[in-house]
């Protein structure tokens, strides 16, 4: 094995001489291996990578020895640290939108990291290796990714964009910090691939900062577990989930959620239905064109598209062709959308960014207009509802969205966030309002007395437990959750999800779960309907989809979603590879 090119011993980490929040950290980086650091939120694991490279703030304090080739990097002047910055040592950040300057292209950036280094390149020179650099991060059309600016990319491609940027003064050793944390399943797969053959063919050595223990098992060679400042555990990755010592190795693992079938169980549906989608008319020739459709997807296809669960079998004759669209013009974003969802039934939407998930919800909550079909929310029609109707409709969803702490307002108290719906729409008097935000946070197992608190104040777990409470204030039919975990740790994550299928039970509220997480879906969902391109391609109940899917992109779908150990990831690993050649 070659010798460490960088050496961690006694890491600690101070701010403002208060209590260390890393302590005794110790690990080392070679040529053509990934460690891994994981832990939750406040685990020390960005703290202790960031100490590295000398970007924490400036009250924070080092001690402990950081050597790069030999060379200390504890106490090194800046022009020390800011040659061995991109040269040496890359950083892949985790929200490569913030990261990037807005205002700036993408190769301008990418050419300021190029040129921030003693080169002999000249400006066409710079604009080649630039391209070069856009190539080799996977991204095919590096003429058009030059010229653009952060917000015409997507996740994905900005995401190699900064792999591009950080490879561009040639460096020995990568940090990834968070780098797939809210990318689609697929996208994910395609930059975790990237970078085991980034690694591969250029030998870097790379520390990976990460809570998703499948990212870990699908990457990793070695694996660093830390909580709250502490190193843990330590080992390579097969010994270490195969056999963890630490309990909260244990822990960890046991936390994160499973693509395996759950207990078989009957969903709860009522007979009326909340949600409904519809066309305005239709006859016997569509239906059987549709028919003929589906058929040549394949026969078992086709009876699944015609067979809903047994809860929805009524309804199927009114499911038909929503479509809507942002702009009057152009073709739609969505069309042919079909599905009914039932009080205490949970609904999965799942698909790739692009794919229309989104969209649908926010056209359930009549926030986007819907230029086909009828879309029914608790028995009305939310395209022909007007004025108060529409309002009162309006009031039957609640919504969940992904990120809690750009959906709360930070200058309000998370006791204002949860009772702005009955404010709003005046259902209840002063005293009704806080009696009922306290109901709220002993629903979502918070401490009533945190409503005066600030959303700063809270974790990032307990600001998602503010958001349900505020989704279920006005008590709606309809709740919809647009990737409600998608940024948490995984322990957290298990909670939420826990607290969402409790409240489910004790509401009674129907659920239109949105998200790229396959294994989450599994664990919530009745029934999953998967998108591709605003398209339906298949659809049924979360085990029939799931255990025996049907269509190459379904397939390829649960192929990307990695698992958390080591052997069956290599082989879903090849049979991703597999399966996005048959997609594609």
Do not use: C
């Amino acid at each position: 094995m070659s010798a460490p090119l960088l050496e961690v011993e006694g890491l600690r980490v101070a701010f403002d001489d208060a209590e260390p929040v890393v302590r005794d950290v110790s690990f080392s980086l070679t040529p053509g291996r990934v460690l891994a650091l994981v832990g939750e939120s406040g685990s020390g694991k960005s703290v202790s990578a960031m100490s590295v490279l000398g970007l924490l703030p400036p009250d924070a304090h080092v001690t402990g020895s950081i050597r790069f080739r030999g060379a200390e990097l504890v106490g090194a002047s800046d022009d020390d640290l800011r040659a061995v910055r991109g040269a040496g040592i890359g950083v892949v950040f985790q929200e490569p939108m913030n990261s990037f300057t807005p205002v700036l292209s993408i190769g301008t950036q990418i050419a300021e990291a190029i040129t921030a280094h003693p080169t002999d390149l000249d400006r066409r020179a710079v604009s080649v290796r630039t391209d070069e650099l856009l190539r080799a991060a996977g991204l095919s059309d590096p003429a058009r990714i030059r010229k653009a600016y952060p917000h015409e990319l997507s996740g994905g491609q900005l995401q190699r964009a900064m792999i591009a940027m950080a490879l561009a003064g040639d460096p020995v050793a990568l940090i990834a910090d968070e780098p797939t944390t809210a990318l689609d399943v697929t996208v994910q797969a395609g930059v975790l691939d990237l970078l085991r053959t980034l690694g591969r063919e250029r030998d870097l050595a790379v520390l990976l900062i990460t809570h998703d223990m499948g990212v870990v098992a699908d990457v990793a060679d070695e694996v660093l577990v830390m909580r709250r400042g502490d190193p843990v555990e330590h080992g390579t990755v097969a010994e270490v989930f195969a056999h963890p010592d630490a309990e909260y190795t244990r822990a960890l693992l046991a936390a994160v959620p499973v693509l395996e079938a759950r207990p078989a169980s009957a969903p709860q549906a009522a007979d009326t239905p909340v949600v409904e989608t519809r066309s305005s008319g239709r006859d016997a020739d569509t239906d059987a064109a549709e028919v003929s459709a589906g058929a040549s997807l394949g026969s078992r296809d086709a009876s699944r598209m015609r067979e809903p669960s047994r809860a929805s079998r009524p309804l199927v004759a009114q499911l038909r062709d929503v479509a809507v669209r942002y702009a009057r013009r152009g073709a739609p974003t969505v069309s042919g959308i079909d599905f009914a969802l039932h009080a205490g039934e949970t609904l999965g939407l799942v698909g790739e960014s692009g794919s229309g998930k989104s969209t649908i919800g926010r056209a359930l909550a009549g926030l986007v207009p819907v230029v086909a079909g009828s879309v029914e929310v608790d028995g009305s029609d939310l395209r022909t509802a007007r004025g108060g109707r529409l309002r009162e409709l309006r009031s039957r969803v609640g919504i969940v969205f992904q990120d809690p702490a750009s959906s709360l307002n930070p200058r309000q108290t998370i006791g204002w966030s949860i009772a702005e719906p009955l404010l709003v729409h005046g259902t209840a008097s002063a005293p009704e309002r806080v009696e009922r935000v306290r109901e709220l946070l002993v629903a979502v197992q918070l401490d009533p007395s945190w409503a005066e608190r600030f959303p700063h104040q809270l974790s990032g777990g307990q600001r998602q437990r503010v958001a349900v409470a505020r989704a279920l204030a006005l008590r709606p039919a309809l709740v919809i959750a647009d990737e409600p975990t998608s940024a948490l740790d995984v322990t957290v994550q298990a909670a939420v999800l826990d607290l969402l299928a409790a409240l489910q039970q004790d509401f009674g509220f129907g659920m239109l779960l949105i998200s790229h997480d396959l294994a989450v879906v599994r664990q919530l969902a009745d029934e999953v309907v998967v998108l591709h391109d605003g398209r339906v391609v298949e659809r049924g109940t979360t085990d029939a989809v799931l255990d025996d899917p049907q269509q190459d992109y379904t397939r390829m779908l649960l192929a990307a979603a990695p698992v958390a150990d080591p052997v069956r990831q290599a082989a879903r690993r090849d049979a991703w590879r597999a399966w996005e050649g048959v997609a594609s």
